[in-house]
């Protein structure tokens, strides 16, 4: 056996794990899943709750309306792009990591931004001390769920094999 056979052997079980690993499936599904149906699902909830708790103030402190709305928007937005990113994975479109990595920078940057937002929108008197670190726990949180996805995309064979060419 000489060394073009063994190293025509090891080019046909790359090839052969390849298209193992190809396919929407393990955790590339389970991050579909997640930009698709778990993620918008948890923050439309998350505007809803909040959105009532608040609505009592907005007469007597326009502020908290602002924030609410700011806020809203941005995670309105964010909803749009995890579902886009979420269904261009998932349906295997060319350049889809690439869109999901972009949305995932786009949370990184929000939850940066999040803790600061009462200020912002001019709601400091809801800017508490414990309110801000509460903030900034949620923030980075998210930010490390980010990171790790991110990091998975990236890395992840499975990805390489199912969007040949992608980052």
Same mark, same amino acid.
């Given at each position: ?7 025509? %052997?090891? %080019?046909?079980?790359? !090839? ?12 590339? *599904? ?7 149906? *778990? ?26 309306? %602002?924030?609410? #709305?700011? !806020? ?9 792009? +995890?579902?886009?990113?979420?269904? $261009? ?21 929000? +939850? ?14 809801? $800017? ?8 900034? #726990?949620? $923030? *980075? ?27």
């Amino acid at each position: 056996m000489g060394k073009a056979d063994c190293h025509r %052997r090891e %080019r046909t079980a790359l !090839n052969q794990t390849g298209t193992e690993l190809r396919g929407v499936k393990g955790w590339l *599904l389970f991050l579909c899943l997640n930009l698709t149906i *778990l993620d918008p699902s948890a923050v439309l909830a998350n505007l809803f709750v909040a959105t009532e708790a608040a609505k009592p103030y907005f007469d007597q402190h326009p502020e908290v309306l %602002r924030l609410m #709305l700011v !806020n809203g928007v941005l995670r309105l937005a964010l909803v749009v792009a +995890s579902l886009y990113a979420g269904i $261009s994975l998932w349906r295997g479109l060319a350049g889809a990591p690439a869109i999901a990595g972009k949305y995932l920078l786009a949370v990184f940057a929000y +939850s940066a931004v999040a803790p600061f937002l009462p200020v912002m929108a001019g709601a400091r008197e809801y $800017s508490s001390d414990k309110i801000i670190a509460l903030n900034c #726990l949620n $923030s *980075l949180i998210t930010m490390v769920y980010v990171v790790a996805w991110y990091i998975y995309l990236k890395r992840s064979r499975r990805v390489k094999a199912t969007y040949r060419g992608d980052p």
